[in-house]
């Protein structure tokens, strides 16, 4: 059974820092490419930042420079680290883990974490 398990979400302060983590498992890890995603009420779900198994990254235009996607491959997690908090990064962020094997699309996505980030 894969599960993705996010945490490390909360309340903070427009300028401040979280760091989301997610925790991996039932799946081979290291050969995934992980992505954060999110969602904000009434809008669609949208892409913060993914890392390959080989380390390379990618990130929405509205984070570069801010947040940093990484990946322990060890501990089959992946982390976020969210800096200079603006309002508009309030949301639910979500874990996703996806792979083509064979013509098979392997795609899996955690609960979710709320991210909050208000005065």
């Known amino acids: 059974q894969v599960q993705l398990v996010e945490s490390g979400g909360g309340l903070v302060q427009p300028g401040g820092s979280l760091r989301l983590s997610c925790a991996a498992s039932?799946?081979?890890?290291?050969?995934?490419?992980m992505g954060w995603y999110r969602q904000a009420p009434g809008k669609q779900r949208e892409l913060v930042a993914t890392?390959?198994?080989?380390?390379?990254?990618n990130y929405a235009d509205s984070v570069k420079g801010r947040f940093t996607i990484s990946r322990d491959n060890a501990k089959n997690t992946v982390y976020l680290q969210m800096n200079s908090l603006k309002p508009e990064d309030t949301a639910v962020y979500y874990c996703n883990a996806n792979r083509v094997i064979l013509d098979t699309n392997y795609d899996y996505w955690g609960q979710g974490t709320q991210v909050t980030v208000s005065s």
């Open positions: 039932g799946i081979l890890f290291s050969i995934f490419r």
């Open positions: 890392i390959y198994n080989g380390g390379s990254t």
